[in-house]
């Protein structure tokens, strides 16, 4: 159904007919049938009058113009409707007999029941889309709220998400000053440990020389105890480490002991014999 032709159907009848509402005004007491308008004090909107000896026939107020107000539109008064008669369009051969009733009001009055009936099925499909609308719109509500709802708990997990990058940035900066502070503290103790290392190769060195001056000491008192309280120191053999007991190749004689050189020749003059 095209609704739009329907309502410039409705409105153009609408438009030119006498203004609503109307009324019926039936008076039994003088045999008058009216219909009237409600308003501008009771215009007649159709009457009946006498046709011939059986029959009667519909009058219609006839204007100037079938617009505006009442008052405005230039009543002629009510005219029969066999002077307002007209042929169907096509029909001009049978005139007299299949003619129609040229006035606003008689046309409003012939057409207003298919008109009703279309206009009572568009308004009943129009309804029927309006709840299928509502209906829709409902759910495309819901859908929406839920999508609302969606996107605030998504704006939340964003949200937090953004917390986390950020403190994941605090921890990735610490971590890294962190790595950077260990990596520092590593080259410290491993240059500690060289140092240590090297102190403890002076240590073993040190120590070796201290064997030797110990193994040195500990010949000297060997000899020393071997020759008895003699003073090595006063023997130049011995002192020079000449004599047998250093490893040299002079004899060491007991007697030189506590004695220089001078001091043995004028005392002894006489070659070694070997004795003591």
Same mark, same amino acid.
């Given at each position: 159904? %095209?609704?739009?032709?329907? *309502? @410039?159907?409705?409105?153009?009848?609408?438009? =030119?007919?006498?203004?609503?509402?109307?009324?019926? %005004?039936?008076?039994?007491?003088?045999?008058?049938?009216?219909?009237?308008?409600? !308003?501008?004090?009771?215009?007649?909107?159709?009457?009946?009058?006498?046709?011939?000896?059986?029959?009667?026939?519909?009058?219609?107020?006839?204007?100037? +113009?079938?617009?505006?107000?009442?008052? %405005?539109?230039?009543? !002629?008064?009510?005219?029969?409707?066999?002077?307002?008669?007209?042929?169907?369009?096509?029909?001009?051969? !049978?005139?007299?007999?299949? $003619?129609?009733?040229?006035?606003? %009001?008689?046309?409003?009055?012939?057409?207003?029941? @298919?008109?009703?009936?279309?206009?009572?099925?568009?308004?009943?499909?129009?309804?029927?889309?309006?709840? *299928?609308?509502?209906?829709?719109?409902?759910?495309?509500?819901?859908?929406?709220?839920?999508?609302?709802? +969606?996107? @605030? =708990?998504?704006? /939340? +997990?964003?949200?937090?998400?953004?917390?986390?990058?950020?403190?994941?940035?605090?921890a990735s900066g610490?971590?890294?000053?962190?790595?950077? $502070?260990?990596?520092?503290?590593?080259?410290?103790?491993?240059?500690? *440990?060289?140092?240590?290392?090297?102190?403890?190769?002076?240590?073993? $060195?040190?120590?070796?020389?201290?064997?030797?001056?110990?193994?040195?000491?500990?010949?000297?008192?060997?000899?020393?105890?071997?020759?008895?309280?003699?003073?090595?120191?006063?023997?130049?053999?011995? =002192?020079?480490?000449?004599?047998?007991?250093?490893?040299?190749?002079?004899?060491?004689?007991?007697?030189?002991?506590?004695?220089?050189? /001078?001091s043995r020749r004028?005392?002894? #003059? #006489?070659?070694?014999?070997?004795?003591?």
């Amino acid at each position: 159904m %095209d609704y739009k032709e329907l *309502a @410039e159907k409705a409105r153009e009848i609408d438009a =030119k007919a006498t203004p609503g509402p109307w009324m019926w %005004d039936l008076r039994e007491c003088n045999h008058q049938c009216l219909l009237t308008t409600t !308003h501008s004090g009771k215009y007649y909107v159709m009457g009946f009058q006498r046709w011939g000896l059986q029959d009667a026939l519909p009058s219609f107020q006839v204007y100037d +113009r079938y617009e505006g107000q009442m008052k %405005d539109r230039g009543s !002629h008064g009510m005219v029969r409707a066999d002077k307002l008669s007209k042929s169907y369009p096509g029909q001009e051969h !049978h005139y007299g007999f299949d $003619n129609f009733i040229d006035h606003p %009001d008689a046309r409003y009055i012939a057409e207003s029941r @298919e008109l009703f009936h279309q206009m009572a099925t568009a308004i009943t499909e129009l309804l029927a889309r309006a709840e *299928a609308a509502e209906a829709a719109q409902e759910t495309l509500q819901r859908a929406m709220a839920e999508y609302k709802e +969606r996107a @605030e =708990k998504a704006e /939340q +997990r964003a949200k937090k998400l953004d917390e986390a990058m950020e403190w994941a940035k605090y921890a990735s900066g610490t971590w890294e000053r962190a790595y950077y $502070n260990a990596m520092a503290r590593a080259g410290k103790a491993e240059r500690e *440990a060289e140092e240590e290392r090297q102190e403890a190769t002076l240590c073993r $060195n040190g120590w070796k020389k201290a064997e030797k001056e110990l193994a040195a000491a500990v010949s000297d008192l060997e000899t020393v105890m071997a020759y008895g309280t003699g003073n090595l120191d006063t023997c130049i053999f011995c =002192k020079n480490a000449q004599c047998y007991a250093r490893g040299g190749t002079k004899p060491c004689l007991p007697k030189w002991r506590g004695t220089t050189p /001078q001091s043995r020749r004028s005392r002894d #003059s #006489s070659p070694y014999t070997g004795e003591p």
